[in-house]
């Protein structure tokens, strides 16, 4: 999705309990190395690490019991994804027949210095289009005029972007100087069924700050998700640091229909979560408790080893996951 039409900001959370920085995306898939390669070579990311996972910590953390478990760490810029391989126990597929306006609909979108040279180099590989073409943003919408913006898919289904800013359009840092052709994470985006409510959870649980929004129609819009009368209320939120990718809701006004998540587990294919880094992981479980908020882990699981001490995994109101981690 393109960038928002106007920015503002509202209030993030309460003064301790609250978001940091979105450090991760991370997606369930059936075939390591086959993402990983196609990563590598479709998309420019570089694996940053290795390894298997078979801890009774990540059983809990996960609440799939006696996992095993690949992980590959790819860096692509500053931004970071995580592609996990479940060898034990497996899950099931991602549907074939997921629409952008399905409520499990999650992408992230990458940042690409030349759409035209992105769009060629990703045809040499093999992947499912959504849009029909890339689409440029045209100059009726003044602040997002002449974005241009990609949806496809990976080998498992799992939605992605390209997204290419113009000078003087999204975050300055996507207009340095570099040779490569793909630079970073711009953001990921979640389908949601009611704006509003999903606020309630991101901004004043989580602690996310709203940063803009739009209303996003026509052939443009249309041609981009592959959906005839595509009408979408977009919102663009960020986490009280500067750094790393924001977070975006996509709300179908039309086309009406979208499915509701079966809130796949970890280990299914259809799974993408994000890792939210907060200040105060103990206050914020208690604010989710208190709210009634869905718990994929037994509360708060202590860590030996990892990049984080502190962990919980939470599903939004629409049922997309969240792992929240301390340091």
Wanted: aromatic fraction near 8%; charge should be negative; hydrophobic fraction near 40%.
């Amino acid at each position: 999705m393109y960038l928002l039409l106007f920015a503002f900001v509202w209030g993030a959370g309460a003064a301790h309990g609250r978001a940091l920085e979105i450090h991760a995306v991370v997606l369930t898939v059936s075939d390591l190395d086959r993402s990983v390669a196609f990563y590598e070579h479709a998309l420019g990311f570089r694996k940053v690490d290795e390894g298997l996972i078979a801890d009774g910590s990540f059983d809990q953390i996960t609440g799939v019991s006696g996992l095993r478990m690949r992980r590959a760490t790819m860096g692509l810029g500053d931004e970071t994804i995580e592609l996990e391989q479940y060898l034990a126990p497996s899950g099931s597929p991602l549907p074939v027949d997921s629409r952008s306006n399905d409520l499990w609909f999650q992408h992230f979108a990458i940042v690409v210095r030349d759409m035209d040279a992105a769009y060629s180099h990703l045809a040499e590989f093999p992947y499912q289009a959504i849009s029909t073409a890339p689409q440029t943003i045209p100059a009726s919408n003044v602040a997002a005029a002449g974005i241009r913006a990609y949806k496809f898919k990976d080998p498992d289904g799992h939605p992605l972007e390209l997204l290419y800013f113009p000078p003087g359009k999204g975050n300055p840092k996507w207009q340095e100087r570099s040779d490569r052709l793909f630079l970073g994470i711009d953001h990921s985006a979640i389908t949601v069924a009611d704006s509003e409510r999903s606020i309630r959870f991101w901004r004043d649980l989580i602690g996310l700050s709203v940063t803009g929004g739009s209303l996003n129609s026509g052939p443009t819009q249309e041609h981009l998700d592959g959906a005839i009368g595509a009408v979408v209320r977009v919102t663009g939120l960020r986490p009280e640091q500067a750094r790393g990718p924001g977070l975006e809701f996509l709300q179908y006004v039309m086309p009406v229909g979208g499915r509701s998540s079966p809130r796949y587990r970890p280990n299914d294919i259809a799974h993408v979560h994000l890792v939210v880094e907060v200040d105060d992981l103990e206050v914020l479980i208690e604010r989710l408790t208190c709210s009634n908020v869905n718990f994929i882990s037994t509360r708060v699981v202590h860590i030996n080893g990892a990049s984080f001490a502190l962990a919980a995994m939470v599903n939004d109101p629409d049922g997309h996951a969240v792992l929240l981690t301390q340091r």
